[in-house]
């Protein structure tokens, strides 16, 4: 598969923001002029550090491309606003086929913990990523392929919280 793709696959409907949603997932559309909205949000979901990464193939990121665009969840929800450029995620959606959206400048979305994604550049090669962490900056993922992913009890919790119906609403989003 190429990663940089759009990939949809043929007779697929597009995907919504309520079968995101439905997910646990959250999209916002933010001024990045004005930054009162991903304020708010950091200081109601109790955020404590900020920083901003910029990927480009071309700019000799190949290792940390390769990790992100391997499957995980991370035990933290993941909160991200791209500032410049775009990139696509992968997510998993109930039947545990593959979901894939643009997030472009100004997009800030935020994963649920223990949500199987991936993310990946787009043909425009370059995405500059304000990242929001609960404490200390760190990037901790469980991969899909760990002997631990399926039974940590953050994950046991997402598939939980799923089953019973919307994610969003159950982590306080609605």
Same mark, same amino acid.
């Given at each position: 598969? &190429?990663? !940089?793709?759009?990939? /949809?696959r043929a007779g697929a409907p597009p995907v919504t923001l309520k079968d995101l949603r439905e997910l646990g997932i959250v999209l916002f559309?933010?001024?990045? &002029?004005? !930054?009162?909205?991903? /304020?708010?949000?950091?200081?109601?979901?109790?955020?404590?550090?900020t920083d901003e990464v910029r990927i480009s193939q071309t700019a000799k990121d190949e290792a940390f491309l390769e990790r992100w665009?391997?499957?995980?969840?991370?035990?933290?929800?993941?909160?991200?606003?791209?500032?410049?450029g775009s990139c696509y995620f992968d997510v998993r959606s109930k039947q545990d086929k593959w979901?894939?959206?643009?997030?472009?400048?100004?997009h800030l979305v935020i994963f649920p913990a223990g949500m199987y994604h991936r993310g990946t550049l787009d043909e425009d090669d370059y995405v500059a990523v304000y990242r929001?962490?609960?404490?200390?900056?760190?990037?901790?993922?469980?991969?899909?392929?760990?002997?631990?992913?399926?039974?940590?009890?953050?994950?046991?919790?997402?598939?939980?919280?799923?089953?019973?119906?919307?994610?969003?609403?159950?982590?306080?989003?609605?």
């Open positions: 598969m &190429n990663s !940089f793709k759009p990939c /949809k559309h933010v001024n990045l &002029n004005d !930054f009162s909205v991903v /304020k708010q949000i950091i200081r109601e979901r109790n955020y404590k550090h665009f391997i499957e995980h969840y991370n035990e933290d929800e993941q909160i991200r606003l791209i500032t410049d979901i894939r959206f643009q997030m472009e400048a100004g929001c962490f609960n404490d200390a900056p760190r990037f901790v993922p469980v991969y899909r392929s760990s002997e631990r992913s399926d039974s940590n009890k953050v994950r046991l919790n997402y598939l939980m919280k799923l089953k019973k119906g919307d994610v969003a609403t159950e982590n306080r989003f609605l």
